[in-house]
């Protein structure tokens, strides 16, 4: 049981991590977490408490993950919006 509470714990502190709060997962981290994860619920052999605390976990790691991916999107609608031309532009 203690295992639920930390993984819960530690998916409260990292709900906000594209904000910039110090101590958060980047993308890359929530990512790679999660094919860590999937991979352990693909591979059975988890009591049903764990695999239970193991989907928690994947669902917030995916929440991390998809709130990064909008942000992303955000910051690229506005520099396009910004500049007409960055749309064709080769970098």
Same mark, same amino acid.
């Given at each position: 049981? +203690?295992?639920?509470?930390?993984?819960?714990?530690?998916?409260?502190?990292?709900?906000?991590?594209? +904000?910039?709060? /110090?101590?958060?997962?980047?993308?890359? /981290?929530?990512?790679?977490?999660? !094919? /860590?994860?999937?991979?352990?619920?693909?591979?059975?052999?988890?009591?049903?408490?764990?695999?239970?605390?193991?989907?928690?976990?994947?669902?917030?790691?995916?929440? !991390?993950?998809?709130?990064?991916?909008?942000?992303?999107?955000?910051?690229?609608?506005?520099?396009?919006?910004?500049?007409?031309?960055?749309?064709?532009?080769?970098?």
């Amino acid at each position: 049981m +203690a295992e639920t509470t930390e993984t819960t714990d530690a998916t409260t502190e990292t709900a906000e991590a594209p +904000a910039g709060e /110090q101590g958060s997962l980047g993308y890359e /981290q929530a990512r790679d977490e999660l !094919i /860590q994860v999937v991979r352990r619920l693909e591979a059975g052999g988890a009591t049903l408490e764990e695999s239970l605390a193991l989907w928690e976990r994947g669902e917030e790691l995916a929440r !991390i993950c998809r709130r990064w991916l909008e942000g992303a999107r955000e910051r690229l609608d506005a520099a396009l919006a910004g500049d007409p031309e960055a749309e064709g532009a080769p970098r």
